[in-house]
Nanobody, 115 residues
């Protein structure tokens, strides 16, 4: 059974940093593209960043230059380093991957950026 478990969220001040983690079990992690999404209160879920199995990365314009996605295949974990955080980054952050013809999601981790 494939499971994705996020961690690392919390309350941070404007301009601060957080690193989110998502650990995957039940699948050959290294084979798959991994994504981060987020959902702010009252808004639709939006894509944030992607890292392929070949370590290519892509970012939403809203986070480009501030966020960095990375992966450690030995730990079955994908990370999202978030710097220069803004109030508009406040959201629940979700890890996602399409594995074995199925979309998998974690339960999310909450990030709140406050002054």
């Amino acid at each position: 059974q494939v499971q994705l478990v996020e961690s690392g969220g919390g309350l941070v001040q404007i301009g601060g940093s957080l690193r989110l983690s998502c650990t995957v079990s039940g699948s050959i992690f290294s084979l798959y593209t991994m994504n981060w999404y987020r959902q702010a209160p009252g808004k639709q879920r939006e894509w944030v960043a992607t890292i392929t199995r070949g370590f290519s990365t892509n970012y939403a314009d809203s986070v480009k230059g501030r966020f960095a996605i990375s992966r450690d295949n030995a730990k079955n974990t994908v990370y999202l380093q978030m710097n220069s955080l803004k109030p508009e980054d406040t959201a629940d952050y979700y890890c996602n991957s399409h594995m074995q013809n199925t979309d998998y999601w974690g339960r999310g981790t909450q990030v709140t950026v406050s002054s």
